[in-house]
């Protein structure tokens, strides 16, 4: 069994993404790893500390970035599309570059993946996910956040990075363009997996925290209607976490690769907890609506965790 790892970004250190630490988490797993950067701004380090690593397991691949092209969050799909496609193993385990995997968890990944390899029915694995928050002790768990999702798929021609690369698709006969379509894709049977993705993408410095979201925007949006946010004054100040006392608290260890980039943590005083529960943000996040902080008060409160009409990319086999 060969199990390949792969990953894409751009300005990823720059725009304080983990991204050395996310392939660092599961290079003791795989066979070999793919790291696809785009065209990356001069001022930006994420080669350098990724070579740093010194793997043999470890190829760099260099691409550039058309978002006119791929368009709508595409572009991302379309870059883990090209990683993906230079992996030879029989599972693909893809990480984005702010995910990362705890140690904990790299046996049990292994013995799932020789359990189901010659059950071709699962498609892929699904993993459950801790949503970090303005700090490394606060998650995110309300309506809007996904709790599952598909981070180890087949080697199969058929299988695709779908929508702006949040999931995987089967896609037969994809022309390679609109990463969005809906007809003709199908759903992946997936088998779950006994282990956690620790999302650390929305723990940022806060003024890198709004830097973030003006690159994502462009790249979903397009720079035309960023240029109007811009002009607007919507990114004039540092980003606004909310209340976050109001967020679960998380109590157990992280990654050990993170420690280092943990250290380095230095923003509290600049974090609510207490005032109001949204944030004061000129766009809000979608958790904060209205709409959607009553929808998880309720689920929480009255359901007992039972998600409301939750959307999932993927059918889960009983395994």
Not at 30 to 43: A, I, P
Not at 73 to 84: F, K, L, N, W
Request: hydrophobic residues 35%.
């Amino acid at each position: 069994m060969k199990i390949s790892g792969f990953t894409m970004g751009k300005n990823a250190l720059k725009l304080y993404y983990p991204m050395r630490q996310s392939v660092e988490s599961i290079l003791p797993l795989v066979d070999e790893f793919v790291v696809v950067l785009g065209d990356s701004d001069e001022d930006d380090r994420t080669r350098t500390e990724i070579e740093a690593i010194a793997s043999p397991k470890i190829r760099i691949v260099d691409t550039v970035w058309d978002i006119e092209k791929y368009p709508r969050g595409m572009e991302h799909a379309h870059q883990t599309d090209i990683a993906r496609e230079l992996c030879s193993g029989d599972w693909l385990f893809y990480l984005q570059s702010d995910e990362v995997v705890h140690e904990r968890d790299l046996e049990s990944i292994r013995l799932r993946c020789e359990q189901l390899l010659d059950d071709h029915e699962v498609e892929g694995l699904l993993f459950r996910y801790l949503h970090f928050w303005g700090d490394y002790e606060h998650v995110q768990d309300g309506h809007c956040w996904y709790r599952k999702e598909i981070r180890i798929v087949r080697n199969h021609p058929e299988i695709h990075s779908w929508e702006s690369a949040q999931s995987f698709r089967k896609i037969p006969g994809f022309e390679g363009l609109n990463y969005r379509q809906q007809e003709g894709t199908y759903k992946l049977k997936v088998a779950e997996v006994n282990a956690e993705i620790f999302h650390y993408g929305w723990v940022r410095p806060p003024r890198v925290m709004q830097d973030k979201i003006k690159a994502f925007r462009i790249n979903h949006r397009g720079r035309k209607k960023v240029e109007e946010q811009v002009a607007a004054h919507h990114f004039d100040r540092a980003f606004d976490y909310g209340n976050i006392s109001r967020c679960t608290r998380y109590e157990g260890t992280h990654p050990a690769v993170m420690k280092s980039w943990m250290d380095q943590f230095d923003w509290k005083d600049q974090l609510r907890f207490s005032g109001p529960v949204q944030s004061q943000n000129p766009i809000p996040s979608r958790h904060d609506l209205p709409k959607y902080r009553v929808i998880s008060w309720i689920e929480k409160r009255v359901l007992g965790g039972r998600r409301l009409g939750e959307f999932n990319n993927y059918k889960c086999l009983l395994r």
